[in-house]
Each structure stands twice: as structure tokens, then as C-alpha cells.
């Protein structure tokens, strides 16, 4: 058991828990869609937590659907977006903390084609 950090109760409704580097983390994308930040509080270790914060470029928003959400982190620490159901075209972006790249990957298949929405 360890304890939140002190920020949790200040934060938006839109929280979530995932794995960053290794490590738990909070993740807050309150600020997503309007600022095209997502921030993460990532346990160091048994009591101290730091937050590493996640800025989409003005170029990169339009490539973030309303309708995505952070789904998780690559075993090289990139933050994956992704949708929560299956449409097309589908894509998921890959965003690089430590770069601040963000790299888009399209999904091509035939089941998308058979889903309609």
C-alpha cells in the first residue's frame, strides 16, 4: 500500500491508473482536449511521486480525436492514445515523453470495414 499523492483530490474527473517506466503512475488528461496536455504522477518510490507532464504541439492536436483516450504506455515509455472502440479509419498515436515526438499508426483490416457505428 503507498499513499496517493497530495495533488489527487485537486485533480479532474478524467483520471486514470497506468504503468510508466516501470512504475505506477496517475495519469490526468482533464486538460486533453482544450490544452493538449495530459499530466502523470509517477510513484518513485514507496512515498514520493513526480509528475512528468505531456504537451501536444498546436500542429499535433487535430490528429487527437475526441473520442480517444490514453490507453496505456509502450515498454519504451511512450504514451499510447487509442479509441475505445473500433472505427474507421483507426489509428493510435504513439507520444514520446522523453522526445516529445508524436508518431501516428494506422490500423488497416478487414474488420474495420465490417463495423459500422
Known amino acids: 500500500m503507498f499513499q496517493a499523492p497530495h495533488v489527487l483530490p485537486q485533480l479532474g474527473k478524467p483520471v486514470g491508473f497506468i504503468e ?12 486533453l482536449r482544450t490544452k493538449g496536455s495530459v499530466d502523470l504522477w509517477v510513484l518513485e518510490d514507496a512515498a514520493n511521486w513526480f509528475r512528468k507532464s505531456l504537451v501536444l504541439q498546436p500542429c499535433q ?6 473520442r480517444m483516450t490514453v ?6 515509455g511512450e504514451v499510447i ?15 514520446d515523453l522523453q522526445k516529445n515526438h ?8 478487414p474488420f474495420l470495414s465490417l463495423i459500422e457505428f
Open 61 to 66: 492536436m487535430h490528429l487527437l480525436s475526441k
Open 102 to 109: 508524436l508518431r501516428k499508426v494506422r490500423i488497416r483490416g
Open 71 to 76: 490507453e496505456g504506455t509502450t515498454l519504451n
Open 81 to 95: 492514445f487509442a479509441y475505445r472502440r473500433l472505427i474507421s479509419p483507426y489509428y493510435i498515436l504513439y507520444n
Open 20 to 31: 510508466y517506466a516501470g512504475k505506477p503512475a496517475i495519469i490526468d488528461h482533464t486538460n
